[in-house]
Nanobody, 127 residues
Framework: QVQLVESGGGSVQSGGSLRLSCIARGRALNRYPVAWFRQAPGKEREFVAAISWSGIETYYSDSVKGRFTISRDNDRDVVALQMNSLTPEDTAAYYC????????????????????WGQGTQVTVSS
């Protein structure tokens, strides 16, 4: 059983920054692609960013491109999401997700491509 654990959420003012982290319990993450999703109240879960198992390839939604950076340290087995220039529209629960296929990137960034999920960490941005 693989459990993903997010940390780093909180409340910031518009223009501020937060750094989210994701670790795994039960299995090392360093052979698997990982993504971040978010879900605001009353909205569907949406893709934010993804990173290949090697860390070489990264992907972003248009809404966060240029403001958020996904990275991973496979030696420490942690995946991070650095979020800068936050706006109230970024307010949501943020979820870390892992695809359980070693060394293979997902064919899309739909939530159904990912097998493992964390419980989420809340990010609140006030104006």
């Amino acid at each position: 059983q693989v459990q993903l654990v997010e940390s780093g959420g909180g409340s910031v003012q518009s223009g501020g920054s937060l750094r989210l982290s994701c670790i795994a319990r039960g299995r090392a993450l360093n052979r698997y692609p990982v993504a971040w999703f978010r879900q605001a109240p009353g909205k569907e879960r949406e893709f934010v960013a993804a990173i290949s198992w090697s860390g070489i390839e990264t992907y972003y939604s248009d809404s966060v491109k240029g403001r958020f950076t996904i990275s991973r340290d496979n030696d420490r087995d942690v995946v991070a999401l650095q979020m800068n220039s936050l706006t109230p529209e970024d307010t949501a629960a943020y979820y870390c997700a892992g695809k359980g296929t070693e060394y293979r990137n997902p064919s899309s960034h739909a939530p159904m491509q990912y097998n493992w999920w964390g419980q989420g960490t809340q990010v609140t941005v006030s104006s």
